[in-house]
Each structure stands twice: as structure tokens, then as C-alpha cells.
């Protein structure tokens, strides 16, 4: 029998009236009372609270810990600077993902954010590939929530003005009203905002403290799958996997080409050089229906081209929107596939990732 763990604000979510449900674990809000895609426009607008409590975050301490972190993962770890995080993958010796990630060096310390459902994974593999002077310490006191949209910033500065001028995917040690907070730029939905890592006895203070203003809403686990397929953004489990590696899953940006001491270098750079069987794509259709998970795409001839991995409704589009794994050598941009759902046959095209262009903060030059 599985336990169902609860975040620190699980009596926050049940207060306001979220529908709950299970996810990795963790029971988790799907949505609240105005649902999901009033939620998803209210973040695309304004600004959204989420509850992402259930992600692991490790703090890795030690002698040399960047240099042999970095044996794992493709990206460059030695040259963050404090105050600086980089999103990468933990590789396994074929290439594979053992989870997407993203490392933030605090200075006396690098801090990982790895995916709820591959915590144990990610700890496991870390104590069977690092040395004993680097320690692995799995937070489990430490919250984490989400303030993403156009106005996060407005919020946000109102309790700490420095967070402002913040560039993208920096990360900082501070104070919100007296609460402690390590607080970065970044986010899964394609806006600019905000992550804030929180010990759990002050999380519930803290959240209630940014559902105060009336640009916040508190958005659920729905609208974040659907903000985050419309920027073009990795699911675990549905775009990644231990059998995708960075090169099929589009993410060969995150791939330093001069390296080849990490697991998984070897196929990683040989599908770089001479390209991948399969490749990650946006799709879309003309119809209404949800081109769902799993789903097989079809040329016009009748024969299996690739699968879909994720679809739901893109409410700022107003139209569904999907990403699939597509054999490399039908990708064309406009290409017509086809789908088959309750004996239908549903066409579909490709189309360039993101749907919705991202609009980060870029720290403007005077």
C-alpha cells in the first residue's frame, strides 16, 4: 500500500477548495474552484501561485562537488557563477534521462530541483556516482512554490525590491517579510517568474501572504501540464525518459560539444554528429479533439511515423495542442500526418515548439 505524502500547504489547497488528486506520491491540487483554463489564462496574464512542494530539492556540498557532478550531466557545472542555475539532465551510461533538472550554485553549495517522481532515482544514482567527500542531502523541511505570469514581478517587488532587476535562471538567498527564501528566475510556463524555495513552517505564511494581492490566483497541477506543453517544455516520463537522450528530445542546446567525460558522452555526441532516429515535435490540429498520450501517427500512406507523448487543450490558443516523437526522416515543417481516435482518422501537422513564445526577463542594457 502506497502512502500518499501531503506538501506543507495541503490545508491551504483543501481551504481554498482544490480539487485534489494523486500525483508522484503527493496528493496534489488539479485545479481550484474556477478551473483549469481560467487558471492557465490568469497565469498567462496576471499572475499564478503554484504548489511545487512535491519536487526533490538536494543540496550537494563537498570538495570539488561541480567537477564531479558535472561527470553525470552534459551541460557545464564549474563555470556557474554564484548566483547562477542552468537547466541539464542526469544521464545514464546509453545517453538516456534519468531526469531533467536544473543546478544552482549558492556558493557553499550547489542546489538541484529534480522532478517529483524521480527523486529516489536521482538520489540513488548520485551516492552510486559520486565520492564519499561530496554529500547528498535530500531536503525534505524545504517547500516550493511557484509565482509565474506578467505581473510575478509586481508582486514580488513590493516585499523585496532588488527581485526586479533579478536576470533570468539567477538565484538568490533573501528575505519576504522576515521569512528566509532562496529565490530564483525561472519557471515551467514560458512567463517570467518566479521559484521560492521555503522551509515548510513558514511556507503556509508565505503563500497566503502572495494569494493576498489580487493579481494572484492559486493555479493546480492542470493548468501547469497545459503551460507548460504550450512553451514546449519536457514532461518526465512522457517527453523523457531513460531511453530518450538530450539529442532526440530536442534539448542538444543543453550538450557541451567539447566534453566527452560523462556518462552517456558517447552515443549523446555520436547522435549530435550524425543525428538521431527520432526526433521531438510540436503538433497540432485543425479539430477539436485532444490528440492524447500514447496516440500513433501515421503517414498518408498508412504507415507508423511516431507517437504522441503529450496533448492536452491550449487555452491561450484556444485550439489543442500536442508533442510527439516523429522518425527523423518524414520531419518537415507543415508535414500532414494522421491520428486515429474513436475510429477517425484525425489530421495533424508539425509545427515549430514553443506555441506560445516564451517571455522571460531580459535585463535591458542602458
Known amino acids: 500500500m502506497h502512502i500518499i505524502e501531503k506538501t506543507a500547504l495541503h490545508s491551504l489547497h483543501t481551504e481554498l477548495k482544490a480539487k485534489i488528486t494523486p500525483f508522484a506520491g503527493y496528493a496534489m491540487p488539479l485545479h481550484y474552484p474556477p478551473g483549469i483554463i481560467k487558471e492557465h ?5 496576471k499572475a499564478g501561485l503554484f504548489d511545487i512542494s512535491h519536487m526533490g530539492q538536494i543540496r550537494l556540498t563537498g570538495d570539488q562537488s561541480a567537477a564531479e557532478l558535472e561527470k553525470l550531466v552534459p551541460s557545464n557545472i564549474q563555470t556557474l557563477q554564484p548566483g547562477q542555475q542552468r537547466y541539464t539532465a542526469l544521464t545514464n551510461k546509453s545517453g538516456g534521462i534519468i531526469d531533467d533538472l536544473i543546478i544552482a550554485n549558492l556558493d557553499k553549495y550547489l542546489l538541484l530541483i529534480v522532478n517529483a517522481s524521480r527523486k529516489d532515482a536521482v538520489v540513488q544514482h548520485l551516492q552510486i556516482h559520486l565520492p564519499h567527500h561530496c554529500q547528498i542531502e ?56 518566479f521559484e521560492i524555495s521555503v522551509a515548510n513552517i513558514f511556507a503556509n505564511n508565505l503563500a497566503q501572504r502572495l ?45 557541451a560539444k567539447e566534453r566527452t567525460d560523462y556518462l552517456g558522452a558517447k552515443r549523446t555526441l555520436y547522435q549530435f554528429r550524425e543525428g538521431a532516429q527520432h526526433y521531438r515535435v510540436g503538433i497540432q490540429t485543425s479539430g477539436k479533439s485532444i490528440l492524447r498520450s500514447g496516440t500513433d501517427l501515421y503517414d498518408s500512406q498508412g504507415n507508423k511515423v511516431g507517437k504522441i507523448s503529450s496533448g492536452s487543450f491550449g487555452a491561450s490558443l484556444q485550439k489543442p495542442v500536442a508533442m510527439a516523437y516523429v522518425i527523423a526522416e518524414v520531419i518537415a515543417p507543415g508535414t500532414t500526418f494522421f491520428c486515429q481516435q474513436r475510429g477517425h482518422d484525425i489530421p495533424v501537422s508539425l509545427t515549430p515548439l514553443p506555441f506560445v513564445k516564451h517571455r522571460y526577463y531580459r535585463e535591458t542594457k542602458s
Open 41 to 45: 489564462l490568469h497565469t498567462r496574464t
Open 138 to 193: 535530500l531536503l525534505t523541511e524545504q517547500a516550493l512554490l511557484a509565482l509565474q505570469g506578467p505581473q510575478a514581478v509586481t508582486v514580488l517587488q513590493q516585499n523585496e525590491k532588488q527581485l526586479s532587476k533579478m536576470p533570468y535562471m539567477s538565484i538568490r538567498q533573501t528575505e519576504i517579510n522576515n521569512i528566509p527564501c532562496t529565490i530564483s528566475r525561472s519557471g515551467y510556463t514560458g512567463e517570467d517568474g
Open 211 to 255: 494569494l493576498s494581492h489580487t493579481e494572484v490566483l492559486p493555479i493546480g497541477l492542470g493548468a501547469r501540464d497545459s503551460l507548460r506543453l504550450e512553451a514546449g517544455f519536457c514532461l518526465y516520463g512522457h517527453e523523457l525518459s531513460t531511453e530518450i537522450t538530450a539529442v532526440e528530445a530536442n534539448l542538444s542546446w543543453l550538450v
